[in-house]
């Protein structure tokens, strides 16, 4: 997650809202029955619509104050579904004009099947479903770009190690940091990030990351007999080393061995990765510190700026 945007998870929409919104999509009079809310949207507020016309089903994601988040959102998903293998859902309509409801939303297929991270799975099944994952990152990461930065945007940099410093500096530059993390903490992480040039200097190709992959943006179904991955969401596509994208899986879950075995059947990882590691994961600390103010991150930031600057790995 590169971005730091305003956190609007509880707006609410009317069934009244919902049926002006189908009715612009489906060009014609439409028969909202029900409005679900879905947990995960920790950014954005996101709801399951019921409705009397096929496809009958889809979801819908609603954001006040920046329309572009999910303009870019929806090219990412249209993206990822013309030149990738990669399992997202099809776009129905994305508006931020704010003149058919009063939010910018984007309108979505329902994915089949349930959030990873709301269900309990058997270690096998996990390791079945790393594999799986393995194997569409495997493709995903097959795909290079010429330039490091945004794949639908103009945000670009010469190298990996400008465009990356330059978000952890961001992250780090955030009020909310210096609000939450203690003055000594502070210190290590500017000591921390003066390192991240020297350590990221040497990059492959820019290579397409999804750029969000944990539990909470995955879906599975449970179908003859096992579960299957049905589905990537919220993609934030970047060219990016990546080793970015791995760190952070990693973030989320230390327990990876199944799926770096599947992922390095495909591409191995380069010397030193344990090591570069540490900036990915500093980033995305800053990152949740600043948005979320959680407690384990506080602590994370913490220890991760101190083996970075003590040259330790985990």
């Known amino acids: 997650m590169f971005d730091l945007i305003e956190l609007q998870p509880d707006l609410n929409l009317t069934i009244a809202q919902a049926e002006r919104l189908l009715h612009t999509w489906l060009a014609g009079p439409t028969v909202c029955s029900k409005i679900q809310p879905l947990e995960g949207g920790l950014v954005n507020s996101v709801f399951r619509l019921e409705f009397d016309l096929p496809p009958h089903r889809a979801v819908v994601k609603l954001h006040g104050s920046d329309g572009d988040t999910l303009a870019t959102e929806a090219r990412a998903l249209e993206y990822l579904a013309t030149e990738t293998d990669c399992p997202v859902p099809s776009v129905y309509l994305q508006d931020s004009s704010t003149r058919i409801i009063p939010y910018a939303f984007l309108l979505m297929e329902e994915v089949p099947g349930v959030c990873l991270e709301s269900i309990h799975l058997e270690p096998a099944e996990r390791v079945d479903i790393d594999v799986q994952l393995a194997d569409i990152l495997g493709e995903l990461?097959?795909?290079?770009?010429?330039?490091?930065?945004?794949?639908?945007?103009?945000?670009?940099?010469?190298?990996?190690?400008?465009?990356?410093?330059?978000?952890?500096?961001?992250?780090?530059?955030?009020?909310?940091?210096?609000e939450r993390l203690e003055p000594n903490i502070l210190g290590q992480v500017d000591e921390a990030i003066d390192l991240t040039e020297q350590?990221?200097?040497?990059?492959?190709?820019?290579?397409?990351?999804?750029?969000?992959?944990?539990?909470?943006?995955?879906?599975?179904?449970?179908?003859?007999?096992?579960?299957r991955l049905t589905g990537l969401l919220d993609p934030n596509l970047h060219f990016a080393d990546v080793e970015f994208e791995l760190?952070?899986?990693?973030?989320?879950?230390?327990?990876?061995?199944?799926?770096?075995?599947?992922?390095?059947?495909?591409?191995?990882?380069?010397?030193?990765?344990?090591?570069?590691?540490?900036?990915?994961?500093?980033?995305?600390?800053?990152?949740?510190?600043?948005?979320?103010?959680?407690?384990?991150?506080?602590?994370?930031?913490?220890?991760?700026?101190?083996?970075?600057v003590r040259q330790e790995t985990p």
């Open 141 to 178: 990461h097959s795909h290079r770009g010429s330039k490091w930065g945004g794949v639908i945007t103009d945000d670009t940099a010469a190298t990996w190690a400008d465009y990356f410093g330059t978000r952890l500096a961001e992250a780090r530059n955030h009020p909310a940091i210096a």
């Open 247 to 308: 760190a952070y899986l990693e973030v989320f879950d230390t327990s990876r061995e199944a799926f770096f075995a599947a992922y390095t059947k495909h591409r191995m990882l380069r010397p030193g990765y344990e090591r570069r590691r540490l900036f990915y994961w500093l980033h995305t600390a800053l990152v949740h510190v600043a948005l979320f103010g959680d407690e384990f991150f506080c602590r994370f930031t913490a220890r991760t700026a101190e083996r970075i």
């Open 199 to 227: 350590a990221l200097r040497c990059s492959e190709t820019p290579t397409l990351v999804h750029g969000d992959v944990w539990d909470g943006n995955l879906m599975v179904r449970r179908e003859d007999g096992r579960w």
